[in-house]
């Protein structure tokens, strides 16, 4: 993706099953733990950048032992932030008594992060802004331990004033409105009446040192979730420790967000990725299972681990895009998925340039739509194999080496024409200027395009079309190609999201700008009006009554019809070569990533009635002009 998407946050959770000493002897550092959690942040960074936290959770400490501790940061790369400070306080130790550092027993009672449990988080800030009390883990304190709640996600909710107003229906006085806060104390609140519940069963008894135990032991992690989740609308992974040693990992009905487990007698761990756990861990990726849909992982103190429904699962709706563009292109089955997109959408770009491989360099914009190119390629080359035998079979009996030598040298132009300036930073506040360094984030290789040439040049996904228009396009007719064929291996993006990717405004869209500017090519702004009329309508209707609206702005015109449009809303002025958009199908889309058809981006199929309540209010917000996301 060529422009900057920000999207959904990553989540690494951790549970030493056996005692700090163990891991001492066989490892040989009483750190087991905390370098395996900044392995599995660190190659999540493609998943947040906007802040980092971690919290740890140290079991069975005497009262008067700190056994919560949390760091978080907003500096610039504040993975590495976060561990520094960490980090300091064992250098001062080394640099006093190194030995005691090969305590583990001193080390759990006397340094933080020392513990058995672990939750970090990386945070893409969808909205608000980007302060320390935004980012995650989020505490909730308690002098009990069993009232203690760590909470971190991935998540967005799309009904955050119905829950809060739940929230003040039970006499609570929340401090912000936003989905966190509300989660949190939602939580919170069934935690404690399962506090209290224990407590009341137990108080005639035991004294309550001894209740406190009982507690402990048969606290009801799955009776809190239902009752918290009961109401929840969105796409969610919700991670969140409890104080005295239960974990767990809660996934939305529809398996919106991804999470993923591992379990072996040391360890449990859950990721955003699978990678992530099979590099960090050196585990089979067979050996790594998703968290089902709807259910919890729970780890209990005691170490045992195991799966409750919490809501019942509904349709699996994983998001595509997951697929396309924001995991790590080194899980297995994403970089199969993510070559098959580039290899089905070849047919399209083998029309536009009319069957001329020969005239045509081919090419990509970095960094993640490097795999789908080289599915690109690969649907040329099979396309050439089957070009090259009929040419060979033309020649007949009287066919020479030379001949067929000459042949077999047909091979698909491939280069690296676009290269992304990473350093470049547009820190000029005139305007003038500062288009002009856009202009130039992206550089071209020279000398490798004729005037006689196509270029095709793939991206992952094209969505407001803006970086493609000031600065790519442009760029790369300075090589002077005939024609230029930019190929989206995802469908046109025509529909908000809130599940936990920033793209919540219809008018972010060039899809839904292409087909409004049909529609005012057809003097048919009659048609924009009554859509306006309907969304408007159904304000106040219970999001399980709503219909989505929005779709009948496309359903006078074929996808090719707005392509077109595109093409020529995204050429831009004095352009000297022809410019071709092409949109990956639907279908292919579906045939690509088989088990991953959460594609409301692209077809307003939204998996939750939350979905559609968003997408006629962000139609509204754009004809009322409201610059304001939709939930």
Not at 80 to 87: A, E, M, P, T
Not at 221 to 230: G, M, R
Not at 457 to 484: A, E, F, M, Q
Request: proline share 3%.
């Amino acid at each position: 993706m060529s422009e900057n998407i920000k999207h959904e946050c990553g989540v690494a959770m951790l549970r030493l099953l056996k005692p700090i000493d163990y891991y001492k002897k066989k490892y040989g550092s009483c750190f087991y733990g905390l370098n395996k959690m900044y392995l599995l942040m660190e190659k999540q960074h493609n998943r947040g950048q906007d802040g980092v936290g971690i919290a740890n959770i140290k079991l069975d400490v005497s009262a008067g032992k700190r056994y919560i501790s949390r760091k978080r940061s907003v500096q610039n790369n504040p993975i590495q932030d976060v561990f520094n400070q960490i980090n300091n306080r064992f250098v001062e130790v080394e640099k006093k008594d190194p030995e005691k550092l090969q305590d583990a027993y001193w080390v759990k009672n006397n340094l933080p992060f020392t513990g058995e449990l672990y939750l970090g988080h990386l945070r893409y800030g969808t909205f608000g802004g980007n302060t320390i009390e935004q980012c995650h883990p989020f505490l909730r304190q308690n002098n009990w331990k069993t009232r203690n709640l760590v909470l971190a996600g991935n998540f967005n909710m799309t009904n955050v004033d119905e829950l809060f107003n739940q929230l003040v229906e039970l006499g609570q006085h929340p401090k912000q409105k936003s989905d966190t806060v509300t989660i949190l104390e939602k939580i919170g609140h069934f935690l404690d009446e399962e506090n209290d519940r224990i407590y009341y069963n137990n108080k005639d008894k035991y004294n309550k040192r001894e209740i406190t135990k009982i507690i402990e032991a048969q606290i009801d992690l799955k009776s809190v979730l239902k009752h918290s989740a009961k109401y929840w609308d969105g796409g969610y992974v919700m991670c969140g420790l409890l104080g005295h040693g239960d974990a767990f990992a809660l996934r939305d009905p529809n398996g919106i967000r991804p999470a993923y487990f591992y379990k072996d007698d040391e360890i449990v761990v859950v990721a955003s990725e699978r990678p992530v756990i099979q590099t960090a861990f050196n585990v089979d990726s067979n050996k790594i299972k998703e968290i089902s849909r709807g259910n919890a992982l729970i780890i209990k103190k005691d170490g045992s681990v195991f799966q409750e429904e919490i809501k019942k699962p509904g349709e699996r709706m994983s998001c595509s895009f997951e697929r396309i563009y924001f995991s790590r292109g080194n899980d297995q089955d994403i970089y199969s998925e993510r070559l098959n997109l580039g290899k089905k959408i070849f047919p399209k770009v083998l029309e536009s340039i009319n069957n001329d491989v020969k005239n045509t360099v081919f090419s990509y914009i970095p960094n993640t739509a490097e795999v789908s190119f080289f599915g690109l390629i690969k649907g040329c080359q099979e396309y050439l194999n089957k070009v090259k035998i009929n040419k060979i079979l033309d020649l007949g009996k009287n066919a020479t080496s030379k001949d067929i030598s000459k042949i077999m040298q047909i091979s698909p132009r491939a280069e690296k024409i676009a290269i992304k300036d990473a350093k470049l930073r547009t820190f000029i506040s005139s305007d003038d200027s500062r288009d002009d360094l856009v202009t130039h984030v992206y550089d071209v290789t020279y000398g490798t395009v004729k005037s006689t040439d196509n270029l095709v040049i793939i991206d992952d996904s094209i969505v407001r079309g803006t970086t493609l228009k000031h600065s790519i396009i442009r760029i790369l007719d300075r090589l002077n190609p005939k024609k230029i064929i930019v190929v989206s291996s995802a469908p046109q993006i025509r529909y908000p999201d809130c599940y936990g990717i920033d793209m919540a405004k219809l008018g972010d869209f060039v899809a839904f700008n292409a087909a409004i500017e049909l529609l005012k090519d057809q003097k048919n702004e009659q048609k924009i009006l009554d859509i306006y009329k309907k969304c408007k309508s159904q304000q106040g209707l219970p999001k399980e009554e709503m219909k989505n609206y929005v779709k009948e702005i496309y359903d006078s015109f074929s996808t090719n019809k707005i392509s077109k449009k595109i093409s020529q809303l995204l050429t831009p002025k004095n352009t000297k070569a022809k410019i071709e958009i092409i949109y990956q199908s639907i279908e292919d889309l579906h045939e690509s990533c088989p088990d991953h058809t959460g594609d409301w981006y692209f077809t307003g199929n939204y998996p939750t009635p939350g979905g559609i309540k968003v997408v006629n209010q962000a139609f509204v917000n754009y004809i009322e002009g409201s610059n304001t996301r939709a939930y």
